[in-house]
C-alpha cells in the first residue's frame, strides 16, 4: 500500500513517524468527560433501566435480556454523575479491560465502576477511537503501566494520560471507512473458520459416540438395547452400570471431600495437589490450575485420594459427568468435593475406552437427564452408580479405543490448523489497524 507523501517524527519511539499533518496529544485534550460509572453495587429489579457491566460488552451488541436492571428514580440519582448518551464511547476499565463501544442505541442506561464513559471532543471521531484503542498504540501503553503483560485495572488518571494520534477529521473518516470495509472481511473469515471447528468438534463427538455404542465392525450381528436414546447395539456386547467397572475395594469409587473438611486456609504452596473442577476437561486433564494441601491433611482424606491413571468424572457441569485420566505427575492427589474417583478393573476394562464412553453423547445424555440443578447440572454419586455403560470384551474395547484415537487425533490437527489460521488472521487484522491508525499507510482514495 502506499504511503503519505511527507511524515514527521512523533517523539514517541513505538509510533515513530507520523504524517506530518497528523498530531499526538493526550487522551484528556481530546475528551470533554472521562468518567466510570458508580462504584455501589445498585439495587437490581427484574424490569427498569439497564445497569451495563463490564461482561455485557463482551459481544457484538448488548444483550438486554441478560443485563442487570435498576429503578428509573435510581438512575436518575447516578446520572447526574455519570450520564451516557448516544454517540459516546465506553470502555472496560476492570477486569477484562480495553474493551470498546460506541453508544449507538438510543434508550437510556446506566454502567458500572468497570466502565468508564468517555465522551469526545469532535476533533476525534468515536469509530477512530475505537480503531485506536484495537491498536498497539494504546496496547503498549497499557501493558507499560505494569510490571506484567496481564493487566485487571485501568485508573482513570491512566486513561486520561493515554498517547493518542490525531488525523484531521477527513483522513479519519477515510481510515475507519477502510478498516470497516476490512476488518468485516477479516472477521467474517474467521467466523467461518470457527463454524468449520465447530462442525469438526461434531464430526469427533459424533464418531466416538457411534464408535462406543455401535463398535467398528459394520458386520457384526446387532440386538436391541432396550434403551431408546442408544437404539441397536451390538448383539455380544453387556449393558452394565457404571460402578461395575471398578476394582471391588473400599475406595475404588468414591467422591470428594465435604466442603467444609477441605477449607481454602489449607491450601498450601506445595504438597499433595488438589483436583478442582477446572482441571477436568472433556477427556484431558488441565494441567493449567494448581494448588495443594500438606501430606497430613491428605492422609486424613485418604478416602478421597485418587492415583496415576484413575478415571475422575465431574459432578457438576459444563458439561456434567465429563471424565478424564489423571496423569503420572505425582505419586497420588487428592480431590475436591466436586471430583468422583474411578478406579477401573483393568481385568475386564480398558481405561481408555471407558473415558471416551463417559464423554461420550449417548453417557452425557443420561447423566443429564438425571442431574439436578437449574443454572449449574449436578449429579451425586449415588446417581452416577446407577448410570448404564455399553460393554464389548477388553480386545474390542482397546480395537475401538486404538481407533478413536486415530481417528480424533486426525480431527484435532485439523482443528489446530483452524486455530492457526484464526490466530495470524487476528494478528493481521490488528497489524493493519495499527498501521492505518498511525499513519504508515495511506488508505486515503
Not at 437490581?44 to 441478560?66: A, C, H, M
Not at 471521531?125 to 485506536?132: A, I, N
Amino acid at each position: 500500500m502506499k504511503k503519505y507523501d511527507k511524515y514527521k517524527n512523533s517523539g514517541i519511539e513505538w509510533i515513530g513517524d507520523i504524517p506530518e499533518h497528523w498530531e499526538i496529544t493526550k487522551m484528556k485534550f481530546l475528551s470533554n468527560t472521562i468518567i466510570d460509572g458508580t462504584h455501589f453495587t445498585p439495587t437490581y429489579i427484574s424490569k427498569g433501566i439497564p445497569f451495563l457491566r463490564v461482561t455485557d460488552l463482551q459481544n457484538i451488541e448488548i444483550d438486554l435480556s441478560k443485563t442487570k436492571y435498576i429503578s428509573l428514580e435510581e438512575h436518575k440519582s447516578l446520572t447526574k454523575r455519570c450520564k451516557p448518551e448516544k454517540g459516546d464511547v465506553l470502555l472496560s476499565k476492570n477486569g477484562t479491560i480495553g474493551i470498546t463501544k460506541v453508544v449507538d442505541w438510543d434508550y437510556e442506561f446506566s454502567v458500572f465502576v468497570s466502565i468508564c464513559l468517555i465522551k469526545l471532543k469532535p476533533i476525534l471521531t468515536p469509530s477512530f477511537f475505537v480503531y485506536l484503542f484495537g491498536s498497539h498504540v494504546v496496547d503498549l501503553q497499557i501493558k507499560a503501566k505494569s510490571k506484567t503483560t496481564s493487566v485487571t485495572n485501568l485508573h482513570l488518571d491512566q486513561i486520561r494520560e493515554l498517547i493518542s494520534i490525531v488525523p484531521p477529521i477527513e483522513d479519519q473518516k477515510r481510515i475507519n471507512n477502510f478498516l470497516d470495509e476490512k476488518t468485516g472481511e477479516i472477521d467474517e473469515a474467521i467466523a467461518l473458520k470457527n463454524q468449520l471447528i465447530a462442525l469438526l468438534q461434531e464430526e469427533k463427538s459424533a464418531l466416538i459416540n457411534e464408535a462406543v455404542t455401535k463398535g467398528i465392525d459394520p458386520t457384526v450381528p446387532m440386538k436391541e438395547s432396550g434403551i431408546e436414546w442408544i437404539g441397536d447395539i451390538p448383539a455380544h456386547w453387556e449393558i452394565v452400570n457404571i460402578q461395575d467397572v471398578t476394582k471391588k475395594n473400599r475406595y475404588s469409587f468414591t467422591g470428594g471431600p465435604f466442603g467444609s473438611d477441605l477449607k481454602s486456609e489449607e491450601y498450601t504452596k506445595s504438597g499433595v495437589r488438589i483436583i478442582q473442577l477446572q482441571n477436568i476437561g472433556i477427556g484431558e486433564f488441565l494441567d493449567d490450575y494448581a494448588i495443594y494441601t500438606t501430606e497430613k491433611k491428605a492422609d486424613e482424606l485418604y478416602s478421597c485420594n485418587i492415583f496415576p491413571n484413575d478415571i475422575i468424572i465431574a459432578k457438576m457441569a459444563d458439561p456434567v459427568a465429563r471424565a478424564c485420566m489423571m496423569p503420572s505427575n505425582d505419586s497420588r492427589y487428592l480431590m475436591a468435593s466436586d471430583g468422583i474417583r474411578l478406579e477401573v478393573n483393568t481385568n475386564k476394562y480398558n481405561s481408555i475406552f471407558l473415558v471416551y464412553a463417559i464423554n461420550s453423547l449417548y453417557f452425557n445424555s443420561q447423566a443429564e437427564q438425571v442431574s439436578t440443578g437449574t443454572t449449574r447440572l449436578r449429579i451425586g454419586l449415588s446417581t452416577l452408580k446407577k448410570l448404564k455403560l455399553l460393554s464389548p470384551n477388553i480386545d474390542e474395547q482397546i480395537q475401538i479405543a486404538q481407533y478413536i484415537d486415530k481417528k480424533t487425533q486426525e480431527i484435532d490437527q485439523e482443528i489446530d490448523y483452524t486455530k492457526e489460521e484464526i490466530a495470524l488472521l487476528k494478528e493481521y487484522r490488528q497489524s493493519l489497524i495499527s498501521e492505518a491508525v498511525t499513519g504508515k499507510i495511506d488508505v486515503r482514495k
